[in-house]
């Protein structure tokens, strides 16, 4: 299988590329720095410079971009749609590395996680922006997308368990009541989902059992 990732040289990147090298897929990266050690392939390229030739003959495209400064919050918008503007109307399917804060937390999915009391406020507007990001996603039919939510606690440096629970759309907590998960846990999710393909036009979340 082939694939790209795109802002390859992130944390989360990082370990999907690895995981998916793990498993023999060809891995190709995308970023903005001269070199990326980890796929057999890097293309020095900024994501809003990507082209659909650039794309074409990918089984998956990978999106880990990220932003976190308040004056580049906008570009979770607009970077996703310019990938979905390039995949249009192809069979490369597109895997979002998305947030928490957009999950419900009840069975009405009228209140997410970001409105809780306990959420921190410095993150509420990258919450904001990462499900403005989501909902625009939804409206892309001539896409074939999935969006990737991780527990609340997403730890960079957590270990590998080799084990998640898959949830949906709603918050998952674990049998310890938890909502956790290791970067490195996350990347197994991703490449499953990349193997199999089970949830096109669907967001989904992982927690680490």
Aim: proline fraction near 2%.
């Amino acid at each position: 299988m082939k694939i790209a990732v795109i802002a390859a040289n992130g944390k989360v990147a990082g370990k999907v590329i690895t995981e998916a090298v793990n498993r023999g897929f060809d891995v190709t990266g995308f970023g903005r720095r001269d070199n990326n050690s980890d796929a057999q392939e890097y293309v020095k390229k900024d994501l809003f410079d990507i082209t659909a030739d650039d794309l074409k003959g990918f089984d998956a495209v990978v999106d880990a971009f990220g932003a976190w400064t308040e004056d580049t919050l906008g570009l979770h918008s607009t970077s996703l749609k310019h990938l979905c503007d390039v995949l249009s109307g192809t069979d490369t399917r597109l895997l979002v590395v998305g947030g928490a804060g957009s999950l419900y937390v009840n069975p009405e999915h009228t209140a997410k996680v970001s409105d809780g009391p306990d959420f921190p406020d410095e993150f509420k507007p990258l919450a904001a922006a990462m499900a403005k990001a989501l909902s625009e996603l939804r409206e892309r039919n001539d896409v074939k997308w999935t969006y990737i939510s991780p527990a609340g606690d997403f730890q960079a440096d957590g270990e590998r368990s080799g084990s998640y629970i898959l949830g949906g759309e709603e918050l998952t907590l674990n049998s310890r009541n938890e909502s956790i998960i290791s970067y490195a846990d996350y990347a197994i999710a991703m490449v499953d989902e990349i193997e199999k393909g089970d949830h096109i036009w669907q967001r989904i979340s992982v927690v680490r059992e």
